[in-house]
Protein backbone atom coordinates (compact mmCIF):
# COMPACT_ATOMS: atom_id res chain seq x y z
CA UNK A 1 0.00 0.00 0.00
CA UNK A 2 1.55 3.35 -1.04
CA UNK A 3 0.30 6.26 1.45
CA UNK A 4 3.11 8.59 1.87
CA UNK A 5 2.58 11.95 0.72
CA UNK A 6 4.63 14.07 -1.31
CA UNK A 7 5.25 17.44 0.27
CA UNK A 8 2.95 19.58 -1.42
CA UNK A 9 -0.84 18.63 -2.10
CA UNK A 10 -2.22 21.41 -5.39
CA UNK A 11 -5.34 22.44 -5.18
CA UNK A 12 -7.35 23.75 -8.49
CA UNK A 13 -9.53 26.82 -8.68
CA UNK A 14 -12.22 24.21 -10.23
CA UNK A 15 -12.21 22.37 -6.72
CA UNK A 16 -11.93 25.52 -4.82
CA UNK A 17 -14.82 27.14 -5.88
CA UNK A 18 -17.29 24.47 -6.89
CA UNK A 19 -20.40 25.10 -4.79
CA UNK A 20 -21.58 21.13 -4.24
CA UNK A 21 -18.47 20.05 -2.38
CA UNK A 22 -18.36 20.41 1.31
CA UNK A 23 -15.11 22.11 3.30
CA UNK A 24 -13.63 18.64 3.92
CA UNK A 25 -14.00 17.15 0.25
CA UNK A 26 -11.87 19.66 -1.06
CA UNK A 27 -9.52 19.04 1.84
CA UNK A 28 -9.16 15.45 1.05
CA UNK A 29 -8.80 16.66 -2.87
CA UNK A 30 -5.94 18.20 -1.79
CA UNK A 31 -4.58 15.36 0.35
CA UNK A 32 -5.11 13.09 -2.79
CA UNK A 33 -3.01 15.33 -5.22
CA UNK A 34 -0.52 14.87 -2.40
CA UNK A 35 -0.97 10.91 -2.61
CA UNK A 36 -1.16 10.12 -6.37
CA UNK A 37 2.25 8.68 -7.89
CA UNK A 38 3.50 8.93 -11.38
CA UNK A 39 0.34 6.81 -12.95
CA UNK A 40 -1.88 9.22 -11.21
CA UNK A 41 -3.41 7.42 -9.34
CA UNK A 42 -3.33 7.59 -4.99
CA UNK A 43 -3.75 4.01 -2.99
CA UNK A 44 -3.89 4.73 0.46
CA UNK A 45 -6.55 3.33 2.50
CA UNK A 46 -9.93 4.77 4.01
CA UNK A 47 -7.97 4.29 7.60
CA UNK A 48 -4.77 6.48 6.19
CA UNK A 49 -7.02 8.97 5.10
CA UNK A 50 -9.03 9.29 8.17
CA UNK A 51 -5.66 9.45 10.40
CA UNK A 52 -4.17 12.42 8.22
CA UNK A 53 -7.51 14.36 8.24
CA UNK A 54 -8.74 13.65 11.44
CA UNK A 55 -12.13 12.35 10.93
CA UNK A 56 -13.47 8.88 11.01
CA UNK A 57 -13.73 6.36 8.09
CA UNK A 58 -17.82 6.92 7.10
CA UNK A 59 -16.72 10.52 6.59
CA UNK A 60 -14.11 9.87 4.39
CA UNK A 61 -16.48 7.09 2.19
CA UNK A 62 -19.36 9.97 2.31
CA UNK A 63 -16.34 12.66 0.79
CA UNK A 64 -15.56 10.46 -1.98
CA UNK A 65 -17.99 9.95 -2.87
CA UNK A 66 -19.05 13.88 -3.54
CA UNK A 67 -15.75 14.06 -5.31
CA UNK A 68 -16.81 10.86 -7.96
CA UNK A 69 -20.28 12.59 -8.37
CA UNK A 70 -18.67 15.50 -9.60
CA UNK A 71 -16.02 13.37 -11.52
CA UNK A 72 -12.72 14.55 -10.49
CA UNK A 73 -12.01 11.16 -9.29
CA UNK A 74 -12.33 7.20 -10.11
CA UNK A 75 -12.35 4.59 -7.79
CA UNK A 76 -11.02 1.04 -8.96
CA UNK A 77 -10.90 -1.89 -7.16
CA UNK A 78 -8.65 -4.87 -7.48
CA UNK A 79 -8.92 -8.09 -6.59
CA UNK A 80 -7.42 -11.25 -5.24
CA UNK A 81 -7.33 -14.21 -7.57
CA UNK A 82 -10.32 -15.90 -7.83
CA UNK A 83 -11.80 -14.29 -5.01
CA UNK A 84 -14.40 -10.94 -4.11
CA UNK A 85 -11.82 -10.24 -1.62
CA UNK A 86 -10.06 -6.53 -2.24
CA UNK A 87 -6.11 -6.59 -2.75
CA UNK A 88 -6.20 -2.70 -3.36
CA UNK A 89 -8.34 0.19 -4.49
CA UNK A 90 -7.12 2.91 -6.74
CA UNK A 91 -8.07 6.41 -6.66
CA UNK A 92 -7.34 7.53 -10.22
CA UNK A 93 -7.38 11.77 -10.34
CA UNK A 94 -9.54 12.53 -13.30
CA UNK A 95 -9.18 15.95 -15.59
CA UNK A 96 -10.56 19.00 -14.48
CA UNK A 97 -13.53 21.16 -15.79
CA UNK A 98 -12.20 24.48 -17.17
CA UNK A 99 -13.10 26.76 -14.49
CA UNK A 100 -13.73 30.85 -16.59
CA UNK A 101 -14.62 32.78 -13.65
CA UNK A 102 -11.72 33.01 -11.62
CA UNK A 103 -10.30 35.70 -9.29
CA UNK A 104 -7.78 37.63 -11.28
CA UNK A 105 -5.82 37.96 -8.13
CA UNK A 106 -5.78 34.38 -7.44
CA UNK A 107 -3.93 31.96 -8.94
CA UNK A 108 -4.86 28.92 -10.45
CA UNK A 109 -3.42 26.36 -8.41
CA UNK A 110 -2.94 26.85 -4.62
CA UNK A 111 0.20 24.78 -3.28
CA UNK A 112 -0.21 23.93 -0.18
CA UNK A 113 2.19 21.98 2.32
CA UNK A 114 1.22 18.57 3.42
CA UNK A 115 1.97 18.74 6.56
CA UNK A 116 -0.38 21.91 6.69
CA UNK A 117 -3.39 19.47 5.80
CA UNK A 118 -2.26 16.91 8.79
CA UNK A 119 -2.59 19.17 11.63
CA UNK A 120 -4.95 18.59 13.55
CA UNK A 121 -4.76 21.55 15.63
CA UNK A 122 -6.35 23.78 12.17
CA UNK A 123 -9.80 23.79 11.55
CA UNK A 124 -10.95 22.52 8.09
CA UNK A 125 -11.94 26.28 7.49
CA UNK A 126 -8.55 27.84 8.17
CA UNK A 127 -6.64 24.86 5.41
CA UNK A 128 -8.72 26.25 3.04
CA UNK A 129 -8.60 30.13 3.60
CA UNK A 130 -4.38 29.19 3.82
CA UNK A 131 -5.07 27.91 0.37
CA UNK A 132 -6.91 30.98 -0.59
CA UNK A 133 -3.80 32.81 1.07
CA UNK A 134 -1.19 31.12 -0.89
CA UNK A 135 -3.17 31.46 -3.98
CA UNK A 136 -3.18 35.18 -3.73
CA UNK A 137 0.36 35.72 -2.14
CA UNK A 138 3.11 36.40 -5.16
CA UNK A 139 6.33 34.13 -5.75
CA UNK A 140 8.34 36.54 -4.15
CA UNK A 141 6.58 39.13 -1.95
CA UNK A 142 3.63 38.95 0.42
CA UNK A 143 0.08 38.64 0.60
CA UNK A 144 -1.99 41.99 1.78
CA UNK A 145 -5.70 41.53 1.15
CA UNK A 146 -7.82 42.57 4.10
CA UNK A 147 -10.44 40.25 5.56
CA UNK A 148 -12.72 41.55 3.16
CA UNK A 149 -11.54 40.67 -0.06
CA UNK A 150 -11.72 36.52 2.13
CA UNK A 151 -14.97 37.22 3.84
CA UNK A 152 -16.54 37.48 1.00
CA UNK A 153 -14.69 35.25 -1.52
CA UNK A 154 -15.15 32.34 1.35
CA UNK A 155 -18.76 33.55 1.73
CA UNK A 156 -18.11 33.95 5.61
CA UNK A 157 -17.59 36.90 8.24
CA UNK A 158 -14.67 39.27 8.59
CA UNK A 159 -14.62 37.94 12.22
CA UNK A 160 -14.07 34.58 11.11
CA UNK A 161 -11.64 35.06 8.54
CA UNK A 162 -9.76 36.74 10.97
CA UNK A 163 -10.20 34.14 13.74
CA UNK A 164 -8.59 31.02 11.19
CA UNK A 165 -5.73 33.77 10.19
CA UNK A 166 -4.81 33.36 14.16
CA UNK A 167 -5.05 29.98 14.08
CA UNK A 168 -2.71 29.59 11.13
CA UNK A 169 -0.39 31.94 12.63
CA UNK A 170 -0.31 29.93 16.50
CA UNK A 171 0.15 27.10 13.94
CA UNK A 172 3.34 28.77 12.40
CA UNK A 173 2.22 27.95 8.88
CA UNK A 174 1.90 32.45 8.73
CA UNK A 175 3.49 35.24 10.06
CA UNK A 176 1.16 38.48 10.39
CA UNK A 177 2.61 41.88 10.29
CA UNK A 178 0.84 45.14 10.40
CA UNK A 179 1.79 48.66 8.82
CA UNK A 180 -0.02 51.90 10.99
CA UNK A 181 -0.64 54.69 9.46
CA UNK A 182 2.06 57.48 10.34
CA UNK A 183 2.44 57.50 14.56
CA UNK A 184 -1.07 56.65 15.18
CA UNK A 185 -2.33 52.83 15.99
CA UNK A 186 -4.93 52.73 13.11
CA UNK A 187 -3.79 50.24 10.67
CA UNK A 188 -2.67 51.00 7.07
CA UNK A 189 -2.16 47.36 5.74
CA UNK A 190 -1.56 44.09 7.01
CA UNK A 191 1.06 41.72 5.69
CA UNK A 192 0.95 37.47 5.60
CA UNK A 193 4.25 36.26 4.82
CA UNK A 194 4.00 32.61 4.34
CA UNK A 195 6.39 30.37 6.42
CA UNK A 196 6.64 27.92 3.20
CA UNK A 197 7.38 30.59 1.04
CA UNK A 198 10.57 29.24 -0.60
CA UNK A 199 9.22 25.97 -0.84
CA UNK A 200 6.25 26.95 -2.21
CA UNK A 201 7.52 29.31 -4.71
CA UNK A 202 9.56 26.83 -5.76
CA UNK A 203 6.77 24.74 -6.51
CA UNK A 204 4.99 27.39 -8.33
CA UNK A 205 7.64 28.11 -10.65
CA UNK A 206 7.81 24.09 -11.69
CA UNK A 207 4.18 24.04 -12.27
CA UNK A 208 4.53 27.79 -14.32
CA UNK A 209 7.34 26.05 -16.01
CA UNK A 210 5.00 23.07 -17.36
CA UNK A 211 2.55 25.83 -18.31
CA UNK A 212 -0.01 24.82 -16.28
CA UNK A 213 0.33 28.15 -13.82
CA UNK A 214 0.92 31.63 -14.29
CA UNK A 215 3.17 33.27 -11.55
CA UNK A 216 1.38 36.16 -9.83
CA UNK A 217 2.91 39.44 -9.66
CA UNK A 218 3.03 41.78 -6.34
CA UNK A 219 0.70 44.03 -8.26
CA UNK A 220 -1.43 41.44 -9.55
CA UNK A 221 -2.02 40.01 -6.20
CA UNK A 222 -1.84 43.20 -3.59
CA UNK A 223 -3.68 45.34 -5.38
CA UNK A 224 -7.41 45.74 -4.09
CA UNK A 225 -10.58 44.47 -6.15
CA UNK A 226 -13.81 46.58 -7.12
CA UNK A 227 -16.56 45.91 -5.31
CA UNK A 228 -19.05 43.82 -6.80
CA UNK A 229 -16.92 42.18 -9.89
CA UNK A 230 -16.24 38.87 -10.97
CA UNK A 231 -13.16 39.36 -8.58
CA UNK A 232 -14.23 40.38 -5.51
CA UNK A 233 -18.09 39.19 -3.82
CA UNK A 234 -19.18 37.22 -6.83
CA UNK A 235 -17.25 34.23 -6.70
CA UNK A 236 -19.64 31.25 -5.65
CA UNK A 237 -17.35 29.61 -2.87
CA UNK A 238 -17.15 26.36 -0.61
CA UNK A 239 -16.82 27.89 2.91
CA UNK A 240 -20.64 28.50 3.67
CA UNK A 241 -19.79 27.23 6.94
CA UNK A 242 -20.30 30.18 8.98
CA UNK A 243 -23.57 29.87 11.41
CA UNK A 244 -24.50 33.35 11.47
CA UNK A 245 -24.11 33.85 7.45
CA UNK A 246 -26.57 33.15 4.98
CA UNK A 247 -26.27 34.32 1.12
CA UNK A 248 -23.84 36.59 2.34
CA UNK A 249 -25.67 38.38 4.96
CA UNK A 250 -26.18 37.67 8.94
CA UNK A 251 -29.18 35.53 10.28
CA UNK A 252 -31.91 37.21 11.76
CA UNK A 253 -32.55 37.03 15.30
CA UNK A 254 -35.97 36.00 17.49
CA UNK A 255 -37.09 37.69 19.98
CA UNK A 256 -35.75 35.72 22.43
CA UNK A 257 -32.41 36.75 20.37
CA UNK A 258 -31.42 33.81 19.45
CA UNK A 259 -30.02 32.99 15.98
CA UNK A 260 -32.64 31.64 13.61
CA UNK A 261 -31.87 27.72 12.24
CA UNK A 262 -30.16 27.74 8.94
CA UNK A 263 -30.64 25.04 6.14
CA UNK A 264 -27.52 26.20 4.48
CA UNK A 265 -24.95 25.32 7.35
CA UNK A 266 -21.80 23.40 5.66
CA UNK A 267 -22.09 19.54 5.94
CA UNK A 268 -18.67 19.21 7.90
Known sequence: MIDTPNFFAILPSAVRYNPKLTARSVI????LTSLAVADGAAYASNKYIADTLDVSEPTVKRLLRELEAERYIAMRYEYKNGTKEIARRLIRMLELPMLLDVPKTQALYAVI???????????????LLYAEIVAATPTDGFCS???????????????????????????????????????TREIYRR?????????????????????????????QSNEPAAP???????????????????NGKRRKRNRHGKRKKSTERLRL
Open 28 to 31: LYAL
Open 191 to 219: RIYLTDADEIAEKRAELAADGTETALSDK
Open 228 to 246: NTPVCGQILGVCKNDPTYK
Open 113 to 127: PTHILAMSELSVQAK
Open 145 to 183: KPATFFAELLHTSEDSVRRWIRELASANALRVEMEYKGS
